[in-house]
């Protein structure tokens, strides 16, 4: 394999507005309506050439949100903010920050639609 071995996420979500707000907050940024045939998709900002992979927010009758078995990694400067805005908005922090050696930090919450993420920081 010659690239990271994740190109694209989905976090799926019951009611969309909620899930904006949360992840908007939490990582002060702007998502972008994808026009998809019976699918309601929000997606993440991202770089054409940057590294890490790009995703959205998904509503999908048929697929309901939280305990799903995959988790998603957000890369943050310091994670224990962002489990902070994640509280604030919301969310529940689950594991506070906690080192994970020399891989740095690493904190859990659960997001407005009952899925956990993951937040990584080196410091």
Partial sequence: ???????????????MQRAKAFYE????IQMKKLDMPDIDMLMFPMQEEGPGAA?????????????NS?????????CAVEAAQAA???GKV?????S????????????TEGNMI???SMQ
């Fill in 1 to 15: 394999m010659n690239n990271n071995p994740v190109g694209w996420f989905e976090i799926y979500v019951q009611d």
């Fill in 25 to 28: 907050s939490v990582f002060g």
């Fill in 55 to 67: 995703g959205a927010l998904v509503r999908m009758e048929g697929f309901p949100s939280g305990a």
């Fill in 70 to 78: 995959v988790l998603v990694y957000f890369s943050c400067t310091d």
């Fill in 88 to 90: 604030r908005a919301g």
């Fill in 94 to 98: 689950q594991k506070e920050k906690f």
């Fill in 100 to 111: 994970i050696g020399q891989y740095g930090h690493i904190a859990l919450v659960i997001d």
């Fill in 118 to 120: 993951g937040l990584h």
